[in-house]
């Protein structure tokens, strides 16, 4: 069975620099997406990038970027420029292509130092 | 534009109560999703539907049911509940099984 693994239960920066959350998973899959979502203390689940397996480029959006290493099954996501707003629980997520379920970590709690 | 709506925000239930957690979504979206999410875990799928009419099961769906009887809305029941239904419950939606999904605010309930 598919698997995602957060090996950092809480992780913390100082505002303006630059820190990488981790995430391993566990399939015999080929073709799937990962992603990461952002969990504010609002509740509300945000999506903050995807990755499609069969794109060898890693995905990047505007501060948030990730380094997807397929044959390491890992796929870590990397703040640059922390502000304070990124505060939040961060999940990594998995799915295969041809099945609707997500498979989620336990998540990291990333604390923003000012 | 309110997208996922749910309600209650919060609810306490005894042992052995039924309750609906209520969502609606304002995006014509297709699928809709019920995940819990317990503390210090991942989300599980409980139930989702690709549209009005068609649910399915998902990895934990023990000790609930669903419906969908419009595109707009799809709520969980909970017909006798337990302890270990204690937990934050997520509705989602999409407009495609490869698009991104939509949260929800979450209700946390808690059984006792």
């Known amino acids: 069975a598919q698997t995602v693994t957060q090996s950092q239960p809480e992780m913390s920066v100082q505002e303006a620099e630059t820190v990488t959350l981790s995430c391993t998973y566990d399939t015999s899959e080929s073709d799937y997406y990962l992603f990461w979502y952002k969990q504010p203390p609002s509740r509300q689940m945000i999506l903050v990038i995807r990755q499609e397996a069969y794109k060898q480029q890693n995905a990047t959006e505007n501060r948030f970027s990730v380094n997807f290493q397929k044959a390491a099954k890992s796929f870590s996501l990397k703040i640059s420029d922390s502000q304070l707003g990124d505060a939040a629980m961060y999940f990594c997520?998995?799915?295969?292509?041809?099945?609707?379920?997500?498979?989620w970590g336990a998540g990291t709690k990333l604390i923003i130092k000012p | 534009n309110a997208g996922v709506t749910q309600t209650p925000k919060f609810r306490i239930l005894k042992i052995g109560q039924s309750m609906t957690l209520q969502c609606t979504q304002d995006m014509n979206h297709n699928y809709m999703y019920w995940y819990r999410q317990d503390p210090g875990m991942g989300l599980k799928l409980i139930y989702y539907?690709?549209?009005?009419?068609?649910?399915d099961k998902g990895e934990v769906p023990n000790g609930y049911n669903v419906s969908r009887s419009t595109t707009e809305d799809f709520p969980l029941r909970l017909e006798l509940a337990a302890p270990s239904q204690t937990s934050v419950y997520f509705c989602?939606?999409?407009?495609?099984?490869?698009?991104?999904?939509?949260f929800g605010n979450g209700t946390r309930l808690t059984v006792t």
């Open positions: 989602a939606s999409s407009d495609g099984y490869n698009s991104p999904l939509h």
């Open positions: 997520a998995y799915r295969e292509d041809s099945n609707y379920q997500l498979i």
């Open positions: 539907s690709v549209g009005a009419g068609i649910t």
